[in-house]
């Protein structure tokens, strides 16, 4: 009788960081720190001075005018009436009302907005 003889397996232990898999989550995980980190770095330089002074100063609603990259489309449009009233938009700028100052500063970090200030004062009619 022949005895069958099993091969000891050795199976090459790798290190951690040589698996695919966990580069992999790495990857990702820099990817989202470095988008989102990037909004929080970039962001206030978007905000307008007079615009930054004033909810510096005050917890008061502001009324804003905010330029995109683009023309803003249903889901832009989605979040500005999450944080204020939408009062229309002219080709990139959306005119946007009552908004909180800590909702000022969560929309500078959105890549696609390229400007955020006040709402220009109307200008008296003049009676006729």
Same mark, same amino acid.
């Given at each position: 009788?022949?005895?069958?003889?099993?091969a000891p397996t050795i199976f090459r232990?790798? +290190? @951690?960081? $040589? #698996?695919?898999? =966990? %580069?992999?989550?790495?990857?990702? !995980?820099?990817?989202? /720190?470095?988008?989102?980190? @990037?909004?929080?770095?970039?962001?206030?330089?978007?905000?307008?001075?007079? /615009?930054? !002074?004033?909810?510096?100063?005050?917890? !008061?609603?502001?009324?804003?005018?905010?330029?995109? *990259?683009f023309p803003a489309e249903e889901f $832009?449009?989605? =979040?500005?009436?999450?944080?204020?009233?939408? #009062?229309? *938009? +002219?080709? %990139?700028?959306?005119?946007?009302?009552?908004?909180?100052? +800590?909702?000022?500063?969560? /929309?500078? %970090?959105?890549? @696609?907005?390229? %400007? =955020?200030?006040?709402?220009?004062?109307?200008?008296?009619?003049? +009676? #006729?």
């Open positions: 009788m022949s005895e069958t003889m099993e232990q790798r +290190k @951690w960081h $040589h #698996r695919r898999d =966990i %580069r992999f989550i790495l990857f990702v !995980a820099t990817f989202i /720190l470095l988008f989102y980190g @990037w909004g929080f770095i970039e962001g206030p330089s978007r905000i307008d001075t007079t /615009l930054s !002074a004033q909810i510096e100063k005050s917890d !008061a609603p502001v009324d804003l005018v905010i330029t995109s *990259n $832009h449009l989605g =979040i500005f009436q999450e944080v204020g009233t939408i #009062r229309g *938009n +002219k080709d %990139r700028d959306t005119f946007l009302y009552r908004v909180k100052p +800590k909702d000022v500063r969560m /929309l500078a %970090r959105k890549y @696609w907005i390229k %400007r =955020i200030s006040l709402v220009p004062p109307k200008k008296p009619q003049e +009676k #006729r």
